[in-house]
């Protein structure tokens, strides 16, 4: 669960040197739900991302509302993900589908999200980078068999030394999920159950050609003939 000290970010948490030199506007998606979310910042203006939480000599937030940085128009790389009216993030069910969080993290940080398989058995993704790499953890992967890092070592997340077999995200049941990273170390606690706690060599790490983004440093989220709903998604720099 998101802790009660999380707040929306807005473009004043924004640093400056991200600021710079970039176009606010009103965010569609947010107009056309009528909700209370803030302007964002187009990321093709800055060219980089909505917020660099890994610059050395920024002054970053220290909680950041993923959600009310994402604009599904903006930052999908396969799919219609959408906000619905109560402002839950809607998965597509199709094969790949992937959306780019517009965030490059810290060195340290913990995600946190509730979500909720509407249909399907197959993988939910979430991409995340540790130790300047960027890999994608696969939960419940084939046929909702398997959890693990998907790439690790080259290897599929259902075949290495992650893996964890089990269903984790059961259809109809709202799930709590953390995810804790480092330079070295990756893990995933689901419903406070720990599902996942990889440590070793950050270039171990890597992305599937089958999941490709177009930003190796962001953020990312996919899902895989599967619909899941997101109800929060946020993430905590971790000191």
């Not at 640093?15 to 209370?36: E, F, G, W």
């Amino acid at each position: 669960m998101v802790s009660s000290g999380l707040r929306p970010a807005s473009a004043t948490d924004l640093p400056s040197a991200v600021l710079s030199n970039c176009s606010i506007i009103a965010d569609p998606i947010s107009t056309y739900h009528n909700l209370s979310r803030p302007p964002r910042v187009r990321h093709w203006d800055c060219r980089g991302p909505v917020l660099a939480l890994s610059e050395p000599n920024v002054k970053s937030p220290a909680h950041v509302d993923l959600l009310h940085l994402v604009n599904p128009r903006l930052d999908r790389v396969q799919g219609i993900w959408f906000f619905e009216k109560n402002g839950r993030l809607r998965s597509p069910c199709e094969f790949e589908a992937r959306l780019e969080i517009p965030v490059v993290p810290p060195k340290s940080y913990a995600l946190r999200m509730t979500l909720e398989r509407l249909q399907g058995r197959e993988t939910f993704g979430i991409g995340v980078v540790a130790g300047g790499r960027q890999t994608m953890i696969s939960i419940d992967n084939s046929n909702s068999r398997f959890t693990g890092l998907h790439n690790l070592d080259g290897k599929p997340a259902g075949a290495n030394e992650s893996t964890k077999r089990g269903t984790f995200l059961p259809l109809h049941q709202v799930a709590q999920l953390e995810c804790r990273v480092t330079d070295r170390a990756i893990r995933l606690i689901i419903d406070k159950q720990e599902v996942l706690n990889w440590q070793g060599d950050p270039a171990r790490l890597s992305v599937s050609p089958d999941w490709p983004v177009p930003h190796s440093d962001w953020l990312f989220i996919s899902a895989f003939s599967s619909e899941f709903e997101i109800s929060s998604f946020a993430l905590e720099v971790v000191k």
